[in-house]
């Protein structure tokens, strides 16, 4: 299978720079799909389409000629992505990336599972139609936390501005995250290996990497003894389902912690489950990620 043609839906989000950036430095020639509203800007180098992604006829017209879609919309907007893959399937695409990235889907559970309903929804819709039509395929990409993101914004329970680590349990449960031009690469790797890659789900990681092993890095990095919040996920839990019964979906940020931190929950990939290798995707560097983000 070749792919040269590919859109990305949403590229000016938190993930969508770094997966345009990766795809044109691997020499695809992209569109980046956007709103009609959207006043963001892009680089001469990808095509800017802005379409109704409530319209079948613009979005018709948006992936006209295109090999492949990335989707990269935010959770919030997940409900238009149904929209996205019935217009890629017409229009001939031949390889769908869903809005995927984040939590491995295909374990989680309870709360977070509904609360993720609509990236299983898509699941479902992209294998049913790839066995309805031969020439489609797709491939669901988890990539756990936003690592290098994470760690600026705070979601990961460091404060760099106050010096405070927020440790879930005992601080030692492993779990991985990917740093966002890592997600790029692995992208724009899956898509030059459309054949190998195809109608599978895939795990990619910068790290395997505990709580208590990221805070010995920022203490030695800032030469300073950060204060240590420490926090249960059986508390997380129950807030998560308070908040979920209310129909408070920020209850998911709580959901994470107890599908990321808890001890013995083991739902992280495993470094042996990883498609790094087989991508050529490189592990990351922990300090010098830390370094980056002081």
Same mark, same amino acid.
């Given at each position: 299978?070749?792919?040269?043609?590919?859109?990305?839906?949403?590229?000016?989000?938190?993930?969508?720079?770094?997966?345009?950036?990766?795809?044109?430095? /691997?020499?695809?020639?992209?569109?980046?799909?956007?709103?009609?509203?959207?006043?963001?800007?892009?680089?001469?180098?990808?095509?800017?389409?802005?379409?109704?992604?409530?319209? &079948?006829?613009?979005?018709?017209?948006?992936? &006209?000629?295109?090999?492949?879609?990335?989707?990269?919309?935010? /959770?919030?907007?997940?409900?238009?992505?149904?929209? =996205?893959?019935?217009?890629?399937?017409?229009?001939?695409?031949?390889?769908? =990336?869903? *809005?995927?990235?984040?939590?491995?889907?295909?374990?989680?559970?309870?709360?977070?599972?509904?609360?993720?309903? &609509?990236?299983?929804? &898509?699941?479902?819709? !992209?294998?049913?139609?790839?066995?309805?039509?031969?020439?489609?395929?797709?491939?669901?990409?988890?990539?756990?936390?936003?690592?290098?993101?994470?760690?600026?914004?705070? *979601?990961?329970?460091?404060? =760099?501005?106050?010096?405070?680590?927020?440790?879930?349990?005992? +601080?030692?449960?492993?779990?991985?995250?990917?740093?966002?031009?890592?997600?790029?690469?692995?992208?724009?790797?899956?898509?030059?290996?459309?054949?190998? /890659?195809?109608?599978?789900?895939?795990?990619?990681?910068?790290?395997?990497?505990?709580?208590?092993?990221?805070?010995?890095?920022?203490?030695?990095? /800032?030469?300073?003894?950060?204060?240590?919040?420490?926090?249960?996920?059986?508390?997380?839990?129950?807030?998560?389902?308070?908040?979920?019964?209310?129909?408070?979906?920020?209850?998911?940020?709580?959901?994470?912690?107890?599908? !990321?931190?808890?001890?013995?929950?083991?739902?992280?990939?495993?470094?042996?489950?990883?498609?790094?290798?087989?991508?050529?995707?490189?592990? +990351?560097?922990?300090?010098?990620?830390?370094?980056?983000?002081?």
């Amino acid at each position: 299978m070749s792919i040269k043609n590919v859109a990305v839906i949403g590229g000016s989000g938190n993930l969508g720079p770094a997966v345009v950036k990766a795809l044109v430095d /691997t020499g695809f020639t992209v569109t980046v799909v956007t709103r009609l509203e959207s006043k963001a800007t892009f680089s001469s180098e990808v095509k800017v389409q802005r379409t109704d992604y409530d319209s &079948a006829s613009s979005l018709a017209e948006a992936l &006209a000629g295109q090999d492949a879609v990335v989707s990269t919309i935010a /959770t919030a907007a997940l409900g238009q992505q149904q929209k =996205i893959i019935e217009a890629a399937v017409k229009a001939g695409v031949k390889r769908f =990336i869903p *809005s995927e990235f984040g939590l491995n889907t295909q374990k989680v559970t309870g709360g977070a599972a509904k609360i993720l309903g &609509a990236k299983l929804a &898509a699941q479902e819709q !992209l294998k049913k139609a790839a066995a309805e039509n031969p020439n489609f395929s797709w491939t669901g990409i988890s990539t756990s936390l936003f690592f290098d993101w994470g760690l600026k914004v705070g *979601s990961l329970g460091f404060s =760099i501005k106050d010096k405070t680590a927020t440790i879930f349990d005992s +601080g030692n449960e492993p779990f991985t995250g990917t740093n966002l031009p890592t997600i790029g690469l692995a992208v724009a790797s899956v898509l030059k290996n459309a054949d190998t /890659t195809a109608n599978r789900y895939i795990d990619v990681a910068s790290f395997v990497t505990t709580q208590n092993a990221i805070l010995a890095v920022f203490q030695e990095e /800032t030469g300073t003894k950060w204060t240590v919040v420490n926090k249960n996920t059986s508390d997380s839990l129950k807030i998560a389902d308070e908040k979920l019964a209310k129909g408070d979906y920020s209850a998911f940020g709580d959901y994470l912690k107890v599908e !990321l931190f808890r001890d013995g929950e083991g739902k992280s990939a495993k470094l042996e489950d990883l498609a790094n290798e087989e991508l050529g995707v490189s592990f +990351g560097d922990l300090r010098a990620t830390v370094k980056a983000v002081l």
